[in-house]
């Protein structure tokens, strides 16, 4: 694969990673696997959820969607009317909020509620401490808690559109933003909320008729300028391969708040404009805030090989190894990445680990064959051919492979019978392995 086709995966997973999370990003990444990035350390997990009493876009663990549309639709409150509040303890409960110290908010939040039961103030609180701590379906029912005693916060139905955003329900979290925005029609952070959801709903559906996400995006930026909304407006621009403006905007995001994903984006922005140097750049501050996160390590090898930089593609593999012992993709850029340098033996060894983890990865066969070819150890050659062979007999490089090995080794009849064969698999329709 190409560095271009694969900054372009890595663009298209970068895009899914903002807008919808790790996991589903994962699927379209062939450089790494996005799994690399979903498995980084505890410190790095939390920065990517950060920011959720500011945003309110932390990423949680998604709760069943039909056992909480269900408890949604059973909760009935008790209050009638909200009394305006003058508690000491909200008061703090926000400060702890501003501080993410989410425990400490929701104590002072409950003593609110000891002193005056009907304070949406303090169930609103209570909301954005619950939904901090991951408890999306407690935070759900806190902010409806928060929408029977004042229909008109906004910010509950924020809350609630994060909460359906968290459980895939993008459709729901997008009305529950635009609601926010009839209510509230200078809130920033619900035109951000309304401008992903509706990126991600037409995604889903092509023949939805989406909110203009460019629109909502300009608003938001324009109503509250945070690194967060500069940053999705970079992941939408690259999207739209305006990539040379999805630079500026991710620029705009790291002079407000350097982070890993501003960071980690501008660098596949700048792969994409072959701008590679600008990239190592700035995966070098990502290494630096998550040293223990393979992903960066991964793309930059891919870089480093690009340029030419064979020595320094080879460490940053290294270090991916360390991290992932058992990433067997790596294994196979590596033993590539040697073959390549003509250090064989070592090429052979990272295949030796391979077949030893999978004997029936016929590719793995064909291609420590191929240093084995490559070495002029032929016997050898032939017997990794044969058993690619057998496993997967459609192969027509393996027979056009082994017949030159026969005739190295001097076995002309059989080799023009793989000749053949090789030949009649090339015509043939192309047949999809079944592992």
Not at 24 to 42: I, N, P, T
Not at 319 to 330: A, M, S, T, Y
Not at 403 to 412: E, I, Q, T
Request: with cysteine.
């Amino acid at each position: 694969m190409t560095q271009t086709k694969q900054v372009i995966l890595w663009l298209v997973a970068a895009i899914l990673v903002f807008f919808i999370g790790s996991g589903a990003a994962s699927l379209f990444l062939s450089m790494g696997d996005r799994e690399d990035s979903s498995a980084v350390h505890k410190k790095g997990k939390k920065n990517k959820k950060r920011g959720l009493a500011e945003t309110g876009f932390a990423v949680t663990k998604a709760a069943e969607p039909e056992k909480l549309e269900e408890e949604a639709k059973t909760f009935v409150p008790k209050m009638k009317q909200a009394v305006a509040c003058t508690s000491e303890d909200c008061a703090a409960g926000r400060e702890a909020l501003k501080k993410r110290q989410f425990r400490k908010a929701l104590a002072f939040f409950k003593l609110g509620l000891n002193n005056n039961s009907y304070c949406a103030d303090a169930y609103l609180g209570i909301a954005e401490a619950k939904l901090g701590l991951y408890q999306n379906r407690n935070a759900m029912e806190a902010a409806k808690h928060v929408l029977a005693l004042d229909p008109d916060r906004a910010e509950a139905n924020l809350i609630l559109a994060q909460c359906y955003s968290n459980t895939q329900q993008y459709g729901k979290a997008q009305n529950e933003a635009s609601q926010a925005i009839e209510k509230k029609p200078n809130y920033g952070e619900a035109y951000l909320m309304r401008a992903k959801m509706a990126y991600i709903s037409s995604l889903q559906d092509p023949e939805s008729q989406p909110a203009n996400v460019d629109e909502d995006l300009n608003r938001a930026i324009e109503l509250a300028p945070s690194a967060d909304a500069y940053e999705a407006k970079g992941v939408y621009l690259g999207s739209r391969k305006k990539v040379n403006e999805a630079v500026e905007a991710f620029s705009h995001s790291i002079a407000i708040e350097p982070t890993y994903n501003a960071y980690l984006h501008r660098a596949a922005a700048y792969s994409y404009l072959k701008k590679y140097h600008q990239a190592l750049s700035d995966l070098d501050q990502t290494i630096k805030m998550h040293p223990r996160d393979p992903y960066p390590f991964t793309v930059r090898a891919g870089i480093h090989k690009e340029l030419g930089h064979p020595e320094q593609s080879l460490a940053d593999l290294e270090r991916v190894i360390e991290l992932k012992p058992k990433d067997f993709k790596i294994y196979y850029d590596r033993a590539k990445l040697l073959t390549e340098m003509k250090r064989y033996d070592e090429a052979i060894a990272d295949y030796n680990i391979i077949i030893k983890a999978n004997s029936m990865d016929d590719d793995a066969l064909l291609k420590r064959a191929d240093v084995y070819f490559a070495k002029g150890e032929f016997k050898k050659a032939l017997a990794d051919y044969s058993e690619a062979i057998d496993l997967y007999p459609q192969s027509a490089y393996a027979y056009s492979a082994r017949s030159k090995v026969l005739r190295k080794l001097g076995k002309s009849d059989q080799a023009d019978l793989d000749e053949k064969r090789a030949l009649e698999l090339k015509k043939a329709p192309a047949i999809k392995k079944i592992y």
